[in-house]
Nanobody, 121 residues
């Protein structure tokens, strides 16, 4: 069974920083990509940043230059460093991993439970 456990959310003032972590555990054969999504109240869940197994990254335009996604392969952990936070970044942030479990299973998405990030003005 695969689990994604997020940490690092909280309340911060505008201009501040937070670092989110997401550890993937369980029976895993390989991880293709990992990403961070967010869902603000009353809105759909959208991609914030993603990182491939080779280290290529992708960001939504609104966070470029302020957010950095990184990973530690040995720990199966992905991070999201968020700097210069703005009130509009307030949302529940979800970790996602597109991975394969053993015995030739197909790639599929797994999700964390979400962590709240609140940025006050």
């Amino acid at each position: 069974q695969v689990q994604l456990v997020e940490s690092g959310g909280g309340l911060v003032q505008a201009g501040g920083s937070l670092r989110l972590s997401c550890a993937v555990s369980g029976s895993i054969s390989s991880i293709n990509t990992m990403g961070w999504y967010r869902q603000a109240l009353g809105k759909q869940r959208d991609l914030v940043a993603a990182i491939t197994s080779g280290g290529s990254t992708n960001y939504v335009d609104s966070v470029k230059g302020r957010f950095t996604i990184s990973k530690d392969n040995a720990k199966n952990t992905v991070y999201l460093q968020m700097n210069s936070l703005k009130p509009e970044n307030t949302a529940v942030y979800y970790c996602e991993a597109y991975l394969r479990t053993p015995w030739n299973s197909p790639l599929r998405d797994y999700w964390g439970q979400g962590t709240q990030v609140t940025v006050s003005s």
